[in-house]
């Protein structure tokens, strides 16, 4: 069973209205770590935010916040005000604590594509 | 600032070659990971390294070996290159239960084997 799910291969939003990306999350560890990456298309991978299984409050970097369902198993990136500059790959990513060697699990990604 | 680099940006090799992908972190971070990233599979983990010699398999280690000398210096090798090895290949690095434990990535090799 996969343990990241990003349903959206694609998406066409229009500059300056927000996008919400999808993200579903497969685990049974109690504690465990949420990220998401941005992949532009000169490859790099670029970090963009964090979420533990155990923080209160959604996480939130500038215009990207985490939407956190935790009885969802649901983590959503939220990039408000959308620029030209955020079409990329976006990933998906979890840390489970129980396995101690630090490895995270991505998604499948979800290629977003600003619309001028 | 955070550092990971691979020694080539792209690549081209023959089947039956041996490849070697090198990686280097200057940031002192204990574990390494070699990915694999192809359209529409996301990225894979082939290896990762959580201290100098030490080596774990990922989900798709078959084909591929991974040596760690130095903390620093995580090498990926291609024993025998094959077509169906031809793939974007990406380094990362993180520090050993660091705050978020967030992986830093290295810009990626782009490899072609014909």
């Known amino acids: 069973a996969q343990k990241i799910t990003q349903t959206q291969p694609g998406m066409f939003v229009q500059e300056k209205e927000a996008v919400t990306l999808d993200c579903t999350y497969d685990t049974s560890d109690p504690s465990y770590g949420l990220f998401w990456y941005k992949q532009p298309s000169s490859g790099e991978m670029i970090f963009l935010i964090y979420q533990g299984s155990y923080d209160q409050q959604n996480a939130t970097e500038g215009r990207y916040s985490l939407n956190f369902q935790k009885a969802r198993k649901s983590a959503n990136l939220v990039i408000s005000a959308s620029q030209l500059g955020d079409s990329a790959m976006y990933f998906c990513a979890m840390r489970e604590d129980f396995i101690r060697d630090d490895k995270i699990i991505f998604g499948k990604g979800t290629r977003l594509h600003i619309l001028p | 600032d955070v550092k990971v680099t691979q020694s080539s940006r792209y690549l081209v090799k023959r089947t039956g070659e041996k490849v070697f992908l090198e990686c280097v972190q200057d940031m002192d971070h204990e574990n390494m990971f070699w990915y694999r990233q192809d359209p529409g599979l996301g990225l894979r983990l082939i290896y990762f390294s959580y201290d100098v010699k030490m080596k774990e398999k990922g989900d798709i280690p078959e084909g591929y070996s991974v040596s760690r000398e130095k903390k620093e210096r995580f090498s990926l090798i291609l024993e025998s290159a094959s077509t169906n090895q031809t793939s974007m290949y990406l380094c990362?690095?993180?520090?050993?239960?660091?705050?978020?434990?967030?992986?830093?990535f290295g810009p990626g090799t782009r490899l072609t084997v014909t």
């Open positions: 990362a690095s993180s520090p050993y239960r660091g705050p978020s434990y967030e992986q830093y």
